[in-house]
Nanobody, 124 residues
Framework: QVQLVESGGGLVLPGGSLRLSCSTS?????????MGWFRQAPGKEREFVAG????????YYADSVKARFTISRDNVKSTVYLQMNTLKPEDTAVYYC????????????????WGQGTQVTVSS
């Protein structure tokens, strides 16, 4: 069973930064999984944020976060990261880690496995 645990959320001022981490139980086969981040704001549907291939060679972002967010992964530590800069109040949401053994998670095709989420609040 694949377990994903997010961390790094919190309260930040507009314009600030946070780095989310997602540690996994995948261990030896983590390098074969594509990973992604999604988010869900209050009263809204869950939306795609970023996705990364198993090698890190292919990366996708939602238009709303391009040039501000960076997804990366460390296959030795079985961890994926989301560096979030220039945060805006509209980035406030619960952020979810997502994993798939075959395909890079996208808006139309989320991955198979989900974490429990971590709250990010951007407010002055």
């Amino acid at each position: 069973q694949v377990q994903l645990v997010e961390s790094g959320g919190g309260l930040v001022l507009p314009g600030g930064s946070l780095r989310l981490s997602c540690s996994t139980s995948i261990r030896h086969t983590f390098g074969r999984y594509a990973m992604g981040w999604f988010r869900q704001a209050p009263g809204k549907e869950r939306e795609f944020v970023a996705g990364i291939s198993w090698s890190g060679g292919a990366i996708y972002y939602a238009d709303s976060v391009k040039a501000r967010f960076t997804i990366s992964r460390d296959n030795v530590k079985s961890t994926v990261y989301l560096q979030m800069n220039t945060l805006k109040p509209e980035d406030t949401a619960v952020y979810y880690c997502n994993a798939d053994p075959s395909n890079i998670p996208t808006e139309s095709r989320p991955g198979e496995f989900w974490g429990q989420g971590t709250q990010v609040t951007v407010s002055s």
